[in-house]
C-alpha cells in the first residue's frame, strides 16, 4: 500500500510555525490540498510521532510553502527530526517563519484537528496568500523530479463548470 500512495505524484511543500513559547517549527510536508475556496480550507496531515506537533495546535498560525525545483535541499532539511532546523536570526521572531524562493506562500489559522490514524489531519483556514509563481518541485516514488507539460497539454479552465466532452 505504502508503494502504491507513492505512485501518485505530488508537489512539496514546508509548512511552518511556532511552538507556544516561540520556537520556529517546519515540516516538509506532500500531503497537503485544497479543500474550499468559501470559505478558504486547505488540510494536511501531520504524523502523530512529529515533534512539532504543539506548533500546529488548534488556534495557531501556520504557513504553507509550496516549493519550486530549487527547493530539494531545503525539502530534504525540513525532513529530518532534528529540533534546530533554522538558524539562529529566526529566534524571538513572530510568525510563522519564511521560507524565500517558494512558489506561494498561504498563512493559515489552524481551523480543527482530524484523527487520521498515525496522522492528524490539520484543517488551516487561509487568512492571507502570496504567490509568485514558477516551477514546482514534484514527488513520485520517493524521487525528487520536475513538472513537464505535455506537447499538447491542455489547460483545464474553469471545470467546475465545465460541461462537455473531455475527448
Ligand atoms: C517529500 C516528503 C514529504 C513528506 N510529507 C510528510 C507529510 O505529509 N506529513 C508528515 O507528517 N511528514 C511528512 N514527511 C516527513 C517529515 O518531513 C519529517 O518526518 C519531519 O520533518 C520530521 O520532523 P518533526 O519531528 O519536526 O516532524 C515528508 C518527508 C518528505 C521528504
Known amino acids: 500500500m505504502r508503494d502504491a500512495f507513492g505512485l501518485f505524484a505530488t508537489g ?5 510555525g511556532r511552538k507556544p513559547n516561540g520556537e520556529p517549527a517546519g515540516v516538509t510536508v506532500n500531503s497537503f490540498t ?9 488540510l494536511w496531515c501531520l504524523q502523530n510521532a512529529s515533534t512539532s506537533l504543539d506548533a500546529f495546535a488548534v488556534g495557531l498560525e501556520f504557513a504553507v510553502h509550496v516549493l519550486s525545483l530549487d527547493h530539494e535541499d531545503e525539502a530534504m532539511h525540513f525532513a529530518r527530526r532534528a529540533a534546530d532546523k533554522f538558524p539562529a536570526r529566526f529566534a524571538g521572531g ?3 517563519p519564511r521560507i524565500d524562493g517558494a512558489l506561494c ?6 481551523e480543527a484537528h482530524h484523527a487520521g ?3 492528524t489531519i490539520v484543517l488551516g483556514r ?3 496568500c502570496e504567490s509568485a509563481g514558477g516551477a514546482p518541485l514534484v514527488f513520485q516514488e520517493g524521487v525528487f523530479g ?5 506537447p499538447r497539454g ?6 467546475e463548470t465545465f460541461n462537455g466532452d473531455w475527448f
Open 12 to 16: 512539496v511543500t514546508i509548512v511552518t
Open 34 to 42: 485544497s479543500v474550499s475556496l468559501t470559505p478558504p480550507l486547505l
Open 94 to 96: 513572530a510568525g510563522p
Open 105 to 110: 506562500r498561504l498563512e493559515c489559522v489552524v
Open 117 to 119: 490514524g498515525d496522522h
Open 126 to 128: 487561509v487568512i492571507r
Open 146 to 150: 520536475r513538472f513537464t507539460a505535455l
Open 154 to 159: 491542455r489547460h483545464v479552465e474553469a471545470w
